[in-house]
C-alpha cells in the first residue's frame, strides 16, 4: 500500500508503473466524454489495472466486472514497458465537495510517480450539439510548454473563458506546482452521454502524443452507450451543480 497527497485520498498499488508516463485522465464531466473515451482507450491499448485510489469523500458503492470486485477509481498501466501512457479512471461522479482535494491528490500522486504530463479528456457543453456531426476539440493549458505542444500538434487552443468542475481544478493545480497539463475538450451534449465528443478526444490524442485509435466500434455503438450510461450521466448532471459549471456560460469581465 503507498498514499501520497491530501489524507482524504489514499493510493493502493497492484502493479510499479513505469516512470516518464504521459497519464490520461477520465473524470465524469460533460457528456460523460472521459470516462467513455479512456474506457474506450483501456480496451484497445490492453492496458492493466495497476491500482485503486479509495476515499470516505466517494459515494459508499463498489462494483463487479468478470466476477472481479473493482473500487470506482483506478488507475491503469501499460502492459509494455515500451508503452507511454497511463490511465486515471473513475467510474463514479466525484462530489464537489471532493474535487479541490483530488485534484491536490492526482498532481501530487503524478509527481510522485514522475510522470511526464497530465492529459485530461472531456467535453465542453454547446447548445447546438444536435446539429454538429464532428465536434471540435479545444485545447485549455497549464503552462507555456503546453501551450507549444498544442499549437505543434495543430490543436485549437481555448483563448478566453472560464471553466469549472474537475477539471478547472487539475488545470489550476498544474499550473500552481508548474506541473505539465493539457485538458482536450470536445464539443458535446450537457445532460446525455456523448461518445461523438470522446470519439473526436480520442483522435486528438494522435496528433499530440502519438496514439492512433480506431473510433469507427465506438461510434456504432452510440445508442447503446447512451443507455448504460443514463444513470451515471443522471448522478454526474447532479455532482456539476455545485462544482462551478455555471461558469462555463460567462464572459470574463476583464474582456468584456
Known sequence: MS??????????????????????VGIPDVGLVGPIAVTYLIKNLKLELAGYVDSPLLPPVILFHDYQ???????????????????????????????YSLAQFIVTWAASKRVKRLVMVGGVAVPNRMQIEKPKVYV???????????????????REGFMGGAYAMLLKECFKRRFPGIALLAESHLHYPDPGAAAAVLEA?????????????????????RVKLRELMKRTVESMRGAGKEYEYTIPAMYV
Open 3 to 24: 498514499t501520497s497527497g491530501p489524507k482524504k485520498w489514499e493510493y493502493f498499488e497492484l502493479k510499479p508503473l513505469p516512470e516518464n508516463l504521459t497519464l490520461i
Open 69 to 99: 470486485l473493482l473500487t470506482p477509481v483506478r488507475v491503469y498501466g501499460p502492459t509494455d514497458v515500451g508503452e507511454k501512457v497511463a490511465v486515471f479512471f473513475s467510474e463514479s461522479a466525484i462530489p464537489p465537495s471532493g474535487l
Open 140 to 158: 485549455a493549458t497549464a503552462l507555456e510548454e503546453d501551450r507549444e505542444l498544442a499549437k505543434k500538434s495543430g490543436l485549437k487552443l481555448l
Open 205 to 225: 490524442l494522435e496528433p499530440l502524443l502519438g496514439i492512433k485509435v480506431d473510433v469507427a466500434p465506438l461510434l456504432e455503438q452510440e445508442e447503446e452507450i
